[in-house]
């Protein structure tokens, strides 16, 4: 692969496992102030809704959408009208975004009944999240108007600033709960202040990153132009395409609302988990793709639009199969050398792990998915990502029902996980079908390597980290070391094994052009 994009990717990881690391931060923070009680349940639901929006506006569709559209304006286009079409996109998006919170305000109950149907049969936490969630709405508009200026950093090659970004979230949270805590009698609000507030700060870096290296637009107020509802009309299949892990992820709450006080609270602290792994690998990689897919796109190199897809593939097995791994089999030690302290009990921790095994186990499917819809917005088809989403949903929903009693929370994260598989496989299927994605020679070795490697990285972890018992009675202190033990001789194993069955870093290089 070209050192530019490698060195892009790079970037983002990095930017983005700072932002990951403090987001843990961020959580051992909260699990031991609000533990997993009915509280924090409410908080989750109040914060999920906002973020579900959030995932489909800014991460999702909007990204999708207009990525592909400004690359071509950029490509074929006079700077003037590329700045112009920046600007009534700017103001469109601003303008349908008040709108829809003003309508969301409005409806703050019908929307926990429908994202938390259960919270009826419990009154607390039903008026908690309702309050929670009229602070926490807005948020949308922040978060969106910052992914909008994310989105024209990263089409200009500035990825860094945007990937840097969540850290500020990270920031309030902490700030806001710790404040919380030692001056409220109900902090769970001010926590929610807290999010509003890491938004603002979002919004202005972005914004402010625009204006540093000229690129701030002039927001015009246009809905009849036609560039507008090109993007508009690229959305609106979008909002359910491109997060269908996302959706999978809000259904587990809607059922999840039913099950016992804290199940909502384990599957959020296991999805976090699950998700840093994510963000660092599968949206590092869906982000620096997009704008080089489209661009080969665009000047219609089909083999270099091929090769870069293969290296975003190669790439995610590499690293991103030996973190599902690790991560299912240090799932006990890992909440408890984070999680367990203050309000966060053993019970906790033990149910917690079980989803976050279920989790883990989807994670290569929920990174193929983020990398391969990339590559069908990259070339303005929204329809087919749309079409295999809708299938997966339906899957997703069906299994829930099936795993929903015998096996609770858990149930409801491995429905998640198998529906992303059915998603990410199906997806590859039609790449390879319709002749889009070419595999570069050598797949069927790199995958035996793969195998062996992360084999060997599984009975690694497994011996080093022992009986989860062990780890309960250790203090912090202890846990920490030996958890960064076990990841420091795991990793190096597993790195060992895959330079002696031939895998090297140089493999995922290729001599293209850009």
């Not at 403090?22 to 051992?28: N, P």
């Not at 112009?84 to 996109?89: D, P, T």
């Not at 489209?294 to 991103?320: C, N």
């Not at 490697?453 to 972890?461: E, G, P, W």
Request: net charge positive; hydrophobic share 55%; charged share 10%.
């Amino acid at each position: 692969m070209s050192k530019k994009l490698v060195k892009s990717t790079g970037i983002v990881a990095t930017m983005t496992m700072v932002s990951r690391v403090l987001g843990f931060i961020r959580d051992v923070v909260l699990a031991g102030f609000f533990g997993a009680g009915p509280a924090f349940d409410a908080f989750v639901i109040a914060f999920k809704i906002p973020n579900f929006f959030r995932r489909l506006f800014a991460e999702g569709a909007f990204s999708q959408a207009f990525v592909p559209i400004l690359t071509e304006y950029k490509v074929q286009q006079p700077e003037d009208d590329v700045r112009a079409f920046m600007g009534r996109v700017a103001g469109a998006l601003l303008g349908a975004l008040v709108v829809i919170v003003i309508l969301a305000e409005v409806a703050v109950p019908l929307l926990i009944i429908l994202f938390a149907p259960g919270f009826l049969h419990h009154p607390l936490r039903f008026e908690l999240s309702k309050g929670l969630l009229y602070i926490t709405f807005p948020y949308l508009l922040l978060i969106s108007m910052a992914a909008f200026a994310g989105a024209v950093l990263n089409a200009w090659q500035r990825f860094a600033i945007p990937a840097l970004s969540p850290v500020l979230l990270n920031v309030a949270m902490i700030t806001a709960a710790v404040f919380g805590v030692v001056y409220y009698h109900q902090p769970i609000y001010v926590l929610a202040w807290g999010v509003i507030m890491g938004g603002l700060l979002q919004c202005g870096l972005q914004w402010g990153a625009l204006y540093r290296v000229g690129l701030l637009p002039r927001l015009r107020f246009d809905w009849r132009d036609a560039a507008v509802w090109r993007v508009l009309k690229k959305m609106v299949p979008a909002l359910f395409g491109v997060s269908v892990a996302q959706l999978g992820l809000l259904i587990d709450g809607f059922f999840a609302s039913f099950l016992p006080s804290g199940s909502i609270s384990w599957l959020y602290y296991s999805d976090r988990l699950t998700f840093l792994p994510l963000g660092v690998i599968g949206v590092a990689l869906a982000t620096v793709s997009l704008p080089t897919l489209s661009r080969h796109f665009s000047s219609q190199s089909e083999q270099a639009y091929s090769k870069t897809l293969d290296w975003s593939l190669r790439t995610l097995g590499l690293v991103g199969l030996p973190a599902a791994v690790g991560l299912c089999c240090l799932a006990g030690p890992i909440l408890a050398t984070l999680l367990l302290h203050g309000e966060f009990t053993v019970r906790d921790v033990n149910m917690a792990s079980m989803s976050l095994m279920a989790f883990a186990a989807g994670l290569p499917a929920f990174m193929l998915v983020k990398i391969l819809a990339t590559a069908f917005y990259s070339r303005q088809n929204i329809h087919t990502p749309v079409k295999v989403a809708a299938v997966a949903l339906l899957v997703n929903v069906v299994l829930n029902m099936i795993f929903i009693f015998p096996l609770h929370h858990v149930g409801l994260a491995l429905a998640t996980s198998l529906a992303s598989y059915c998603n990410g496989l199906w997806l590859l299927r039609v790449l390879l079908r319709d002749g889009l994605y070419q595999p570069q020679p050598g797949w069927l070795l790199f995958i035996a390597r793969l195998f062996v490697a992360n084999v060997v990285l599984a009975i690694t972890a497994l011996w080093s980290a022992g009986v989860l018992a062990q780890w309960i009675l250790w203090n912090t202190w202890v846990r920490s070391t030996h958890l960064a033990g076990v990841i420091v001789l795991s990793v190096s194993v597993y790195t060992v094994v895959l330079w002696v069955t031939g895998v090297r870093f140089n493999d995922l290089k290729w001599v293209g052009g850009e």
